[in-house]
């Protein structure tokens, strides 16, 4: 080792990688604030037979040019639906869509004969879903 080799303090070596950490952290919160967050909008909310379940119709808004949509999505029972939420059924309407619980393992979903069909699972979580 070189005779003039000396070890960086402690807080120094802190303060030059937690600074610049923190720096960019900060950045990228003040600019998640930029972008708009989506509204999730419920239309009807169904707990399942076994309560094990929630069926919920819902729109979700993400921003002013956001199509008008119905989704359907399962949630434990009592939570909010996330706003990241995979949705098992999704069209582009903006009819209502009525749900209904036929026992703990089928499901029925009406959907309106306009509607533009983006998505149409078949099951979900175990549980069938029957389309009408």
């Avoid at 309407?93 to 026992?103: E, F, Q, R």
């Avoid at 089928?106 to 998505?119: E, F, K, S």
Wanted: negative net charge; hydrophobic residues 40%.
């Amino acid at each position: 080792m070189p005779a003039n080799y000396r070890k960086m303090p402690l807080p120094v070596l802190l303060a030059l990688t937690t600074l610049p950490a923190l720096m960019i952290g900060a950045t990228l919160w003040l600019l998640a604030d930029l972008f708009p967050g989506c509204t999730i909008t419920e239309r009807q909310r169904l707990t399942s037979p076994d309560q094990q379940f929630d069926l919920v119709v819902f729109s979700r808004t993400c921003g002013e040019d956001t199509e008008d949509n119905r989704q359907a999505a399962l949630v434990p029972p009592g939570e909010s639906v996330p706003e990241d939420a995979t949705s098992f059924f999704a069209a582009a309407t903006s009819a209502d869509l009525t749900g209904a619980w036929v026992d703990k393992d089928n499901l029925t979903l009406a959907v309106p004969a306009t509607a533009d069909i983006r998505r149409e699972d078949k099951s979900v979580a175990g549980i069938t879903v029957s389309y009408r």
